[in-house]
Each structure stands twice: as C-alpha cells, then as structure tokens.
C-alpha cells in the first residue's frame, strides 16, 4: 500500500529554512538557520571515539523490552509500521511499545523512530568514527524518556531527555536481518512517499549480536535543532551489511515524484540523490566518553 506525499513530521523539532544558495546548504552553515542557534554547541554529535581515551565504566545490564516483538505492516490493525523517505533519510516511525532502560541509562526509554546515515560511497557515510576510521552507513534509534515526559517533542531540547542507539554499519556480507528494510527501498525512491512492511521483523535483529560493549557520552541531535538532548550509546560491534544493499540506499532521491519521472524518463532534472546525509565529527570539548564493561552478576 503506496501512501505518497503524506504529511511527514521531521523528527528535530523546528528544522530550519533551507540557504538560498545551494553551496551554503551543508553542517557548516546550519547555525545561521532559523532554529540552528545550537549547532554551534559545546557539546555536539557525533564525535571521533577513540577506545584508548576513553574511561572504562561498568554500567547495569541492558533490559529490552518489545524489541522481539515483530514490527510489521499490518493494514487492518494499529500495529502499522512504515517506511518513509523524507528526502533527507529513510525513517520508519514505530507506533508500538519497545522500551530500554539499564545499560547506565538514569530512566526508562521509549523508541520512537528508526532513521539511518550514508554516504555517496563506502569510503564514508557513517556519523561517528572511532580512532578517525570512517564506516560506510550508521543506523539510529531513537528513544525519548518515557518515566519525565509523555512525548518525543518535550523531551527533544531537555538535557538527557532523549537516548539514541548507535549501530556502525561497514560493508560485508549480505545481511538477511535488514532485507525487509531494503526491500522496501524500492518502494519509497522519491521524497514523500511511505510504504508499509510486507515482511515482518524484530527491532531487536537490526542490532549487533554483542550489546554488551559499548561507548557512552552525552551529545546532541546531529540535524538542525542540535539540542544537547542525547544520551548516546555506540555498540562497539558493527554490523554488516552487503554492497550491493547499501547501493539501494544511495538510490533513494531527496526529490519528490514528478511529472517528468511520470513519463518514464531516464533521467530527469529533480534527480538529486541521498548520498551524503552524515553530518561531519565535532568536536570533544570537556566531555569524557566511557566504555562499557559489563558487571555480569552470574559470575
Ligand atoms: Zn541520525
């Protein structure tokens, strides 16, 4: 089921209007946007990790819940999930119940969205780096804290008010896990348009099989607002995909359906891809950044 053009909420708050020159489009000038005051912060997103600077912390074990739970495009009852480009990610917003709290995380957090960050090729496309190594894709997911507030949008500006997962996505094989994701890419090749999963997931196998190592720091939204809001988690493991399904999201256009692309043409003048939608490292400043070593109790 094909919803075109949907009314989409950004996920960022305000956002901000665009430059009327193209080349002042980039990170560098969104603190001159309406709503962009922030990006110029002491305390930005992403970062370089380095593993050797960083300060080792046992924080308490994960508790997933709901992330086993089948996301799926179900058309008659509430549970539909769908996938959307917005011409500036492709982001399936999450209408059920999954939550996470322990992991050193001071409340329980509630998953709103999913979103991912590419490049224009494998070189680069991932958000944070590690060590100054960059990773072709990164995956986020996004969650707001459920115990303080009662919607993402109160939390978005509030200091530690929301908590996104970090999963680096470099290139391998061919991962089975992500294939209702990109299958559906084909789907939603223009801004605008939303499409419903055929195939049913759990959230739970878009994350790497070890979330027990991770990197921990307080930073920001990496779009315009930029409110210091995050509490970031990096799982120390990527996961893989293949190069052939991180080439299905560079063909994803940040242009909506027109009516050149109607005749069938093989190319058109809108045809601008999403091949670069990673915002650049910022800088540390004073924060420290700690690395995970699980207290397991059974020992
Ligand atoms: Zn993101």
Redesign the pocket.
């Known amino acids: 089921m094909l919803k075109t053009e949907k009314n989409f909420k950004s996920f960022g708050g305000k956002g901000g209007k665009r430059a009327k020159d193209p080349k002042q489009r980039g990170p560098k000038y969104w603190s001159q946007l309406d709503g962009g005051e922030n990006c110029n912060g002491k305390s930005q997103s992403p970062i370089d990790i380095v593993p050797l600077e960083t300060k080792q912390k046992s924080f308490d074990k994960w508790k997933f819940v709901g992330y086993d739970n089948e996301i799926a495009g179900d058309q008659t009852g509430a549970q539909v999930k769908s996938i959307v480009n917005n011409g500036r ?1 492709v982001q399936v917003d999450l209408e059920g119940d999954y939550f996470i709290s322990g992991g050193g995380l001071p409340n329980t957090f509630k998953a709103v969205q999913f ?3 590419w490049g224009k090729d494998n070189t680069a496309g991932g ?1 944070h780096t590690r060590n100054g190594k960059t990773y072709a894709a ?1 995956l ?1 997911i ?1 969650h707001y804290d459920y115990d303080t507030f009662d919607a993402i949008n109160h939390a978005i500006r509030r200091p530690k008010g929301l908590a ?1 997962l ?1 999963v680096w996505i470099e290139v391998g094989k061919h991962n089975t896990a992500f294939d209702p994701i990109i299958d559906a890419l084909q789907r939603i090749q223009y801004k605008g348009q939303e499409w419903l999963f055929e195939t049913a997931f759990p959230l739970q196998d878009l994350l790497p099989s070890d979330v027990n190592q991770f990197y921990r720091y307080d930073g920001s ?3 315009p607002g930029c409110f210091e809001s995050v509490i970031w988690t990096m799982f120390d493991q990527p996961v893989q995909l293949s190069k052939r399904q991180l080439a299905e999201l560079r063909k994803l256009r940040e242009s909506s359906y027109t009516a050149c692309q109607k005749l069938g043409k093989d190319s058109c003048p809108d045809d601008v891809f999403i091949e670069k939608n990673y915002r650049p490292v910022q800088p540390l400043n004073n924060r420290l950044v700690y690395r995970n070593i699980v207290k397991n109790l059974e020992l």
Request: proline share 0%; aromatic share 8%.
């Open positions: 990610t979103h991912f960050h958000e990164e986020h996004v996104v970090g939204l990496t779009t």
